[in-house]
C-alpha cells in the first residue's frame, strides 16, 4: 500500500513502513487495516464455513427446522454474510442472506457424485425455502456465497441426505 508521509518541514516519503524505516531508521507503526462498510466484489467471498448450533427466526417469524443442518458463511473480515441449512427430513435446503445490499446470497448444493448441483438464494435478511428431492444413499454439501464469487472454497461437510449424519470424507458409509 503506499502511503505518503511528512517526516519533518518540507520533508515527504512516500511508500508503506520499510520506506518511513530507511528514511528515519526507526520501525513505524502500521495501521490496521480497514473493514469496508459496504460489501464489494473484492470482499463478498467466503473465507469461513462454520456450523450453527440453533439459526434465529427471521423478522417474518421464519427458521428451519430442528432437524437442520446450518452452517454460516463469514468473509476475510469474520463478518457473517448468510447461513444455510438442509434438511435431511424434507431434502430443503434454506438460505438466509444477512447484508440486506440488494445482492443475494445463494447456497449451491451438491451430492457425492458431483450430479445434482442446484442454488438456492434469499435477498434482504429472510429465511428462504427451496424444496428438493435427493436420493436416500447419496450425500450433499453446501457452498455459500454472494454471485459472482465462485470459488472451490467456504463448502461445508458432506450430510447423509438419509439421517443428516456429517461426514468429511463424502463417503455416505462414514455415519
Same mark, same amino acid.
Given at each position: 500500500?503506499?502511503?505518503?508521509?511528512?517526516?519533518? %518541514?518540507?520533508?515527504?516519503? $512516500?511508500?508503506?513502513?520499510?520506506? *518511513?524505516?530507511?528514511?528515519?531508521? &526507526? =520501525? @513505524? +507503526?502500521? !495501521?490496521?487495516?480497514?473493514?469496508? %462498510?459496504?460489501?464489494?466484489? $473484492?470482499?463478498?467471498?467466503?473465507? *469461513?464455513?462454520?456450523?450453527?448450533? &440453533? =439459526? @434465529? +427466526?427471521? !423478522?417474518?417469524?421464519?427458521?428451519?427446522?430442528?432437524?437442520?443442518?446450518?452452517?454460516?458463511?463469514?468473509? *476475510?473480515?469474520?463478518?457473517?454474510?448468510?447461513?444455510?441449512?438442509?434438511?435431511?427430513?424434507?431434502?430443503?435446503?434454506?438460505?438466509?442472506?444477512?447484508?440486506?445490499?440488494?445482492?443475494?446470497?445463494?447456497?449451491?448444493?451438491?451430492?457425492?457424485?458431483?450430479?445434482?448441483?442446484?442454488?438456492?438464494?434469499?435477498?434482504?435478511?429472510?429465511?428462504?425455502?427451496?424444496?428438493?428431492?435427493?436420493?436416500?444413499?447419496?450425500?450433499?454439501?453446501?457452498?455459500?456465497?454472494?454471485?459472482?464469487?465462485?470459488?472451490?472454497?467456504?463448502?461445508?461437510?458432506?450430510?447423509?441426505?438419509?439421517?443428516?449424519?456429517?461426514?468429511?470424507?463424502?463417503?455416505?458409509?462414514?455415519?
Amino acid at each position: 500500500m503506499l502511503s505518503i508521509r511528512r517526516l519533518s %518541514a518540507g520533508v515527504l516519503v $512516500a511508500g508503506g513502513a520499510m520506506s *518511513a524505516m530507511l528514511a528515519t531508521g &526507526a =520501525p @513505524t +507503526a502500521q !495501521a490496521a487495516p480497514e473493514v469496508p %462498510a459496504t460489501p464489494t466484489e $473484492a470482499n463478498i467471498g467466503s473465507e *469461513a464455513v462454520e456450523p450453527m448450533t &440453533a =439459526p @434465529t +427466526a427471521d !423478522a417474518k417469524g421464519t427458521k428451519p427446522p430442528k432437524t437442520a443442518k446450518c452452517y454460516t458463511w463469514k468473509n *476475510a473480515f469474520g463478518t457473517r454474510f448468510g447461513d444455510g441449512c438442509f434438511d435431511y427430513k424434507s431434502d430443503d435446503v434454506w438460505v438466509r442472506d444477512r447484508w440486506n445490499n440488494g445482492l443475494n446470497f445463494r447456497v449451491h448444493t451438491q451430492n457425492v457424485l458431483d450430479r445434482h448441483n442446484r442454488y438456492c438464494k434469499s435477498t434482504g435478511g429472510n429465511w428462504h425455502r427451496c424444496r428438493y428431492n435427493y436420493e436416500e444413499t447419496l450425500c450433499a454439501r453446501m457452498h455459500g456465497y454472494h454471485p459472482p464469487h465462485v470459488v472451490e472454497q467456504g463448502w461445508g461437510p458432506y450430510i447423509h441426505v438419509k439421517n443428516g449424519y456429517t461426514t468429511p470424507s463424502g463417503k455416505c458409509s462414514d455415519g
